[in-house]
């Protein structure tokens, strides 16, 4: 279930309406919490993809550089983000929110 | 009087903090602007970061810190007359709570989306960083100890609410293998869940569980079975149980806070009227002094500290433009606030006599059936009403307390690494999290409990506004607004602590433990397992004053130090 983050491509919370930012609220209250967590575990899945695939780029040799070059053209574009989630600080205040 | 009254009062009151107040502080203080990147475009992954509508995180907002606490609070805050509370509400959120979520959400994205971890590391160095996980781990002791005891309390009296919980439990399983594994779309198992609920409140209708089926020894039993139900909760995968039981659960839970307060705006054409006194004392023997005990007990209507961590942790990474944080922050606390007073009318409506005095926070549910039934089916439907509020207030106290017994094994790994790395291992840390608190929620009374959560909660709220503050004065802007705010909190809640680790340390000192009504643990030979139990909690309690105070402290320093530093002319708080 994908976010409603416009009411409708074009308008603007004003055309959209009151129905249409109640079922932005609606949406947020019920399924914002889940969207969430199912984006981070897939990008979990992913960070460890590309840690076994690219890991000598972090010094981890896990898989032969010939196969990171091949899957380089389809994986590069997601290279950005996770080198940034794999040096950011994390904090296990961060884990906070999950409960509620 | 009908509750009608006080809820539209709270709405003036409440608008007026919005368009008022909020927005002279939003102008004067932060002064947001719609033109500067905020963190969730800045650093955008669509994982952490990424910008959504004010409309969906005012919603998600809202969820994440709507709970038991302003549900369950007011009962103890009654004690001294329902006046007292419904100012403290009103008046708390609108100098102090929406001021502290809407200062955490503004603080994390000025710093690049950092949570306070890392800003109370930035700002007091690391030992205000450890101090404040020590404190969070302590804080998660009592908090476990105080749901647990709330969800075999709730066992116990409501009798339909058992086969219920598992019904819902066994819902939200469903669910998770229907949209996991089977990739049934979300609206048909929204649905086929919704039904399931139904059911489950039916089956606990109709198959009761017998009430004190052990005797004195049904809370220990119920606590028991409520911790097996966590441990394998917080040991299965998310997905598998705990996220899709989350999602199910919200549904019924917001439906009884919706039916409340329709219930309570109705009041005058159902001719429900408070039955309360609004005064009562300034002190009672179970719960102490008005101040600080009624600042602490109401945690989350007025403030609460663990919406600081929501705010920095979370919303602040979502926030769109820097404008929408007075919408979300502000908005989800007021509105927090109506949930609030609702819960308020709900025991408002029964006479002393009926609520039971203390220790029956579970008059709540009798309220809200008073409250719903004149417009809900009549009194034919008020043994199922009974069931589904009952259930409510279970599921909220076992989902949540799911996820904090998740959040204490993160939390434990984190500050045993080394030479008690043991203490932070899966099973370990997870029959820890759970063993403790049961030990504390089989002696411990629920209003001592709950005073001690609330007391701890609330010290963190002081403790964010300091950390609000501290960035505030570096920035060269205006402190008045949160600075005494969170001396009125910490002061409040370091007394709030100091009082209840003497309530405990007097009992032990007579010989007679403080236990909760009917516990087995208050008769020989248990009173001395209870007296030990009772210097446990003395300990926690002056652990968790001293950890605030130290925390305090060093944010003061950091206080002085940046005023210091900021130079004499005011402006924006824009670094």
Known sequence: VNPPARPVLGQTWAQAGWAGRARAFLWGLFCFEWHREVQEQRARAGDALHLVVFGELVGLPLVGSAVGLRLLPHLYPLLGDWRRRQSADHDVVEEAPHVH | ?575
């Not at chain 2, 719609?34 to 907002?61: C, I, K, N």
């Not at chain 2, 994205?109 to 007091?124: K, L, N």
């Not at chain 2, 705006?265 to 006194?277: D, Q, W």
């Not at chain 2, 709900?346 to 409250?371: H, K, Y």
Request: charged residues 10%; aromatic residues 14%; positive net charge.
């Open chain 2, 1 to 575: 009087m009908s509750p009608f009254w006080f809820v539209l009062l709270a709405l003036l009151g409440y608008g007026a903090a919005y368009f008022g107040y909020a927005r002279w502080y939003d102008r004067a203080v932060w002064r947001p602007d719609a033109g500067r990147t905020t963190p969730a475009h800045m650093y955008m992954d669509g994982v952490e970061y990424f910008p959504v509508s004010r409309y969906v995180l005012w919603g998600y907002q809202y969820k994440s810190v709507a709970a038991l606490g302003p549900i369950l609070g007011p009962y103890i805050a009654l004690q001294y007359g329902w006046l007292p509370a419904l100012i403290w509400i009103i008046v708390g959120n609108f100098f102090i709570g929406w001021i502290q979520d809407y200062g955490s959400i503004m603080v994390s994205v000025r710093s690049q989306g950092r949570s306070f971890g890392p800003i109370s590391h930035e700002t007091m160095g690391a030992g205000g960083r450890n101090t404040l996980l020590g404190f969070v781990l302590f804080y998660l002791l009592i908090f476990s100890a105080a749901f647990i005891h709330l969800v075999a309390v709730f066992w116990n009296e409501f009798p339909a609410t058992f086969w219920a919980t598992m019904g819902v439990l066994a819902a939200g399983a469903i669910t998770g293998q229907l949209l996991y594994r089977a990739r049934v779309s979300i609206v048909v198992t929204t649905g086929v869940a919704l039904v399931l609920v139904a059911l489950s409140v039916v089956l606990g209708v109709h198959a009761p569980t017998p009430a004190d089926v052990f005797g004195p020894w049904t809370l220990p039993f119920w606590a028991a079975v409520c911790c097996a139900v966590l441990y394998v909760a917080s040991i299965l995968p998310l997905p598998s149980f705990i996220q899709p039981v989350n999602y199910v659960s919200f549904f019924p839970a917001f439906l009884a806070v919706l039916a409340i307060l329709i219930g309570a705006l109705l009041s005058p054409a159902l001719g429900v009227t408070l039955r309360e006194p609004a005064w009562k004392a300034w002190t009672t023997p179970a719960a102490g002094p008005i101040w600080p005990m009624m600042f602490v007990a109401i945690a989350c209507g007025a403030i609460s500290g663990w919406h600081s961590l929501v705010g920095s942790s979370s919303t602040s990474r979502q926030l769109d433009v820097e404008t929408d944080a007075r919408p979300v922050g502000a908005g989800a606390m007021l509105s927090e606030g109506l949930l609030a007073l609702a819960s308020l009318a709900a025991f408002m409506v029964l006479s002393p006599r009926e609520a039971g005095g203390t220790g029956n926070v579970g008059a709540w549910v009798d309220g809200a059936v008073r409250l719903t039934k004149g417009y809900l089916g009549g009194p034919a439907a008020a043994a199922a009403l009974k069931a589904y509020f009952a259930l409510t207030l279970v599921i909220f106290a076992l989902t949540v307390q799911a996820l904090v017994t998740r959040f204490w094994r993160l939390v434990s790994a984190e500050v045993f690494q080394g030479r008690a790395a043991w203490l932070g291992r899966r099973h370990v840390a997870t029959l820890v999290g759970l063993g403790v608190p049961w030990l504390f929620a089989v002696t411990g009374g629920w209003t001592n409990l709950w005073l001690y959560f609330g007391g701890a909660n609330q010290l963190l709220a002081g403790l964010a506004l300091m950390l609000i503050t501290i960035h505030l004065v570096r920035a060269g802007s205006r402190t008045a607004p949160t600075l005494w705010p969170a001396a009125f909190m910490i002061v409040t809640t370091l007394a709030s602590l100091l009082i209840q680790a003497w309530f405990f340390a007097r009992a032990i000192l007579r010989g007679r433990p403080l236990v909760g009504a009917g516990s087995p643990l208050g008769a020989p030979p248990w009173h001395l397992a209870a007296i030990a139990v009772n210097g446990a909690f003395v300990a926690v309690g002056l652990a968790l004053f001293a950890l605030g105070l130290r925390m305090a402290v060093l944010a003061c320093r950091a206080y002085v130090a940046g005023r210091r530093a900021a130079g004499a002319a005011p402006a924006a708080a824009d670094d």
